[in-house]
């Protein structure tokens, strides 16, 4: 069983930046390929970024690209997303995901999922 809890979320606004942080339980945490997701208000879940074992491999959602940063520290457990020059349209509750499988950051299966963080952007 994996447990996995976000956090770093908030309102900020337009322009503003923030780090949010997934932290997973585990002992193998280096062997998962870990995702993360948003889903608006009225909106189906939709995926932000990915990230292999190792760190060395990321792979994001075209339109988020150059605002985004997905990366991992293994020794602490944790994978982080970071977004800068937000938007209104960013807003969105943001989930981690994991696949303790290691699977293809193109191809994963996320077998576990965390609660969310809100993070909201004022215009």
């Known amino acids: 069983q994996v447990q996995l809890v976000e956090s770093g979320g908030g309102l900020v606004q337009a322009g503003g930046s923030l780090r949010l942080s997934c932290a997973a339980s585990?002992?193998?945490?280096?062997?998962?390929?870990m995702g993360w997701f948003r889903q608006a208000p009225g909106k189906e879940r939709e995926f932000v970024a990915a990230?292999?074992?190792?760190?060395?491999?990321?792979y994001s959602k075209d339109s988020l690209k150059g605002r985004i940063t997905i990366s991992r520290d293994n020794a602490v457990n944790t994978v982080y997303l970071q977004m800068n020059s937000l938007k209104p349209e960013d807003t969105a509750v943001y989930y981690c995901?994991?696949?303790?499988?290691?699977?293809?950051?193109?191809?994963?299966?996320?077998?576990?999922w965390g609660q969310g963080t809100q993070v909201t952007v004022s215009s």
């Open positions: 585990g002992r193998t945490f280096s062997s998962y390929t």
């Open positions: 995901a994991a696949d303790p499988a290691g699977s293809y950051i193109r191809a994963p299966r996320y077998n576990y």
């Open positions: 990230i292999g074992r190792s760190g060395g491999s990321t």
